[in-house]
């Protein structure tokens, strides 16, 4: 089966930094991708790793090890337009994607 | 590139109607698209994968009579919810992959079906 775990909620103070954190099970491992999604909206695509190590991209970074299962989104620099639910999806099999639960992060001033 | 866009954004229906939902890609040939329900303040589920000019395969718990799926060319996918009752009132969202860029899935705006 597939598990795919993440923190429910995170807040954290403008200009600060929060790091989000994913755990994953999941039967064979094809690549791992960070969505952002503003409420009523669709996501919109972050970041993907599919080897392990840190990719870095303006103010987003994404980190990942295989070994461990693991993954953790960094927002640096944070804004109040940063506010949103972040969803750790993992593609095993083929090309489909198991979302993990996603983290509502709230940026106050 | 890579837009998906899906018609209607929102829709109100009454218990037992059935409601179509359409999802194109704009500026790509989509084979496969990606059909997801989202509960409020939860993730995204996938319902089924849609393959253009063949039967669309349901995960598991889906009810493939109630959720029909036709992907008859290589831009349109659409979701027909049969009988809809208060219970499927959610946000559908439909996606698509584009092979040359490791195979992101672009998603659509999402549809918000509220069902009376």
């Known amino acids: 089966g597939q598990n795919i775990d993440q923190p429910t909620e995170m807040t954290a103070t403008e200009g600060a930094i929060v790091q989000i954190n994913c755990t994953y099970q999941?039967?064979?491992?094809?690549?791992l991708f960070w969505y952002q999604q503003h409420a009523g909206e669709a996501p919109t695509f972050l970041s993907y790793?599919?080897?392990?190590g840190l990719e870095e991209k303006g103010r987003f970074s994404s980190f990942l090890s295989r070994s461990k299962g693991y993954s953790y989104l960094l927002l640096k620099e944070l804004q109040m337009k940063d506010s949103a639910s972040y969803l750790c999806?993992?593609?095993?099999?083929?090309?489909?994607?198991?979302f993990g639960g996603g983290t509502r992060v709230l940026v106050k001033p | 590139g890579a837009v998906v866009s899906q018609h209607p954004s929102w829709v109100i229906c009454k218990s037992g109607t059935s409601v179509k939902i359409e999802c194109r890609s704009l500026?790509?040939?989509?084979?496969?698209m990606f059909w997801y329900r989202q509960f409020p303040k939860q993730s995204l589920m996938l319902m089924a994968t849609?393959?253009?000019?063949?039967?669309?395969?349901?995960e598991q718990g889906v009810e493939k009579d109630k959720f029909l799926i036709n992907h008859a060319s290589l831009t349109l996918s659409t979701l027909t919810v049969t009988s809809a009752h208060p219970e499927d009132s959610s946000f559908y969202i439909c996606?698509?992959?584009?092979?040359?860029?490791?195979?992101?899935?672009?998603f659509g705006p999402g549809t918000r079906l509220t069902v009376l």
């Open positions: 996606s698509s992959t584009l092979a040359e860029r490791y195979n992101e899935q672009f």
């Open positions: 999941t039967s064979g491992f094809n690549g």
């Open positions: 849609s393959n253009e000019g063949s039967k669309a395969t349901y």
């Open positions: 999806a993992v593609k095993a099999a083929g090309n489909k994607l198991t």
């Open positions: 790793n599919v080897l392990d």
């Open positions: 500026d790509f040939q989509a084979t496969t």
